[in-house]
């Protein structure tokens, strides 16, 4: 089956831009989310989608950050404006059914964002 | 509040040696265990997890972990590194109530010839 996907691999942008990533989940995961991994660290959840509603944005800058998965597929994750801080890869991943702790995380090979 | 900690940052190994890799969490109920891998330019693959049960745990890619409650320990073992090894590590804790998983800051695997 095809896994998680996301674009784009890489993105370049300055300061105050702003940026857009697009994941699409495994077919069916009901369950979707976005994780920030800033060098040297492990990732960090910012939200979670179970379908098209949100279970936990609770480390989401949501001055800067927004997400949405429309149709509870698709998911794009935006900044604007992006900060240095925001340079980091954002990882995608999905799971297939309530997004419990005990049900396994599909991951992407994210997107890493370096901003100038 | 949850947390995970993985002491060695960076570790070497000779191909065909055995290696362990330490994790230690911080959880007051019985935590769900779990170790990722992450080869470079790859998503992060699950190579096992630890609910209840067998403190011994058998993964992908002849990975194993146990779980010590004893010592708030989770430490990944393989008894012959292969090159292909080569990538960085993640422990995770998760509860039944938070449903989150928090990732330690990971540990970098490298082999040699």
């Known amino acids: 089956e095809a896994g998680v996907a996301q674009s784009p691999r890489y993105k370049i942008i300055e300061k105050r831009q702003s940026v857009a990533f697009w994941c699409n989940p495994i077919s069916g995961h009901a369950t979707l989310y976005w994780y920030q991994q800033i060098l040297g660290q492990g990732p960090k959840l910012l939200i979670q989608?179970?379908?098209?509603?949100?279970?936990?944005d609770s480390q989401l800058p949501k001055d800067r950050f927004s997400a949405e998965r429309l149709k509870g597929v698709d998911s794009t994750l935006k900044i604007q404006p992006a900060k240095l801080e925001d340079s980091a890869v954002y990882l995608c991943?999905?799971?297939?059914?309530?997004?419990?702790?005990?049900?396994?995380?599909?991951f992407g090979p994210g997107t890493r964002l370096t901003v100038l | 509040a949850q947390s995970v900690t993985q002491p060695d940052i960076h570790i070497t190994v000779s191909e065909g040696a055995s290696l362990e890799l330490r994790c230690n969490y911080s959880?007051?109920?019985?935590?769900?265990l779990f170790w990722y891998v992450q080869s470079p330019g790859q998503g992060l693959q699950l190579l096992l997890k630890y609910f209840s049960g067998d403190t011994l745990v058998q993964g992908i890619k002849g990975f194993e972990a146990e779980f010590k409650r004893s010592q708030s320990s989770f430490n990944l073992r393989k008894p012959s590194v292969h090159w292909s090894d080569a990538a960085e590590y993640f422990c995770a804790v998760a509860s039944y109530n938070t449903d989150k998983l928090i990732f330690g800051t990971g540990t970098r695997l490298q082999v040699f010839p």
């Open positions: 989608f179970q379908n098209n509603g949100v279970v936990d």
């Open positions: 991943a999905s799971s297939l059914d309530r997004g419990r702790s005990t049900d396994t995380q599909y």
């Open positions: 959880y007051g109920a019985t935590p769900y």
